[in-house]
T-cell receptor, first 112, second 111 residues
């Protein structure tokens, strides 16, 4: 069964701290892995998409890595800001079935 | 480029009532998805359309949920009758290739 897990479920850090969010997936035959941001009451905003042939992607203060062999992805946020407070979701896309399988999310709170 | 549009944004109903949600995908996107997101969980795919045909509805509770995509563009998702456990955010997404683009969602509360 294809499952995606995110730990921790919630994280609180002081402003300025660097942090890492973790995502693991059971089936390594992914096509790509995507990180999303979700603000309260809002839809999903795509942050980074890593193809299965890639090891990492960067956008501004965000860096996402992918290790298919271990079934893990991480999202690194540098110099966190209160505006980064949101729920972060990772999702694995499998060619077989063309499905996005989501983790349950990590709720991040950055305190001023 | 306009994003995925959904309406209504919020809906409160009593259990056993019916409700319908509407989604207008990004122009030209052939694939449309409906997801259910229960509080504290990630979105779960309910149904996937390719143009106006159903690709995957394996996780759609067909005894109470139905969906259609008219003319391969707009889509409606209906729940009849609603149960308390249907309280969730219903997200619509569309894609041209692999990457999916999400709408703002409809928050449903069943009392």
């Amino acid at each position: 069964k294809q499952e995606v897990t995110q730990i921790p479920a919630a994280l609180s850090v002081p402003e300025g701290e660097n942090l890492v969010l973790n995502c693991s997936f059971t089936d390594s035959a992914i096509y790509n892995l995507q990180w999303f941001r979700q603000d309260p009451g809002k839809g999903l905003t795509s942050l980074l998409l890593i193809q299965s042939s890639q090891r990492e992607q960067t956008s501004g203060r965000l860096n996402a890595s992918l290790d298919k062999s271990s079934g893990r992805s991480t999202l690194y946020i540098a110099a966190s800001q209160p505006g980064d407070s949101a729920t972060y979701l990772c999702a694995a896309y499998y060619n077989q079935g063309g499905k996005l399988i989501f983790g349950q999310g990590t709720e991040l709170s950055v305190k001023p | 480029e306009a994003g995925v549009a959904q309406s209504p944004r919020y809906k409160i109903i009593e259990k056993r009532q019916s409700v319908a949600f509407w989604c207008n995908p990004i122009s030209g996107h052939a694939t449309l998805y409906w997801y259910q997101q229960i509080l504290g969980q990630g979105p779960k795919l309910l149904i996937q359309f390719q143009n106006n045909g159903v690709v995957d509805d394996s996780q759609l509770p067909k005894d109470r949920f139905s969906a259609e995509r008219l003319k391969g563009v707009d889509s409606t998702l209906k729940i009849q009758p609603a149960k308390l456990e249907d309280s969730a955010v219903y997200l619509c997404a569309s894609s041209l290739a692999v990457e999916q683009f999400f709408g703002p969602g409809t928050r449903l509360t069943v009392l």
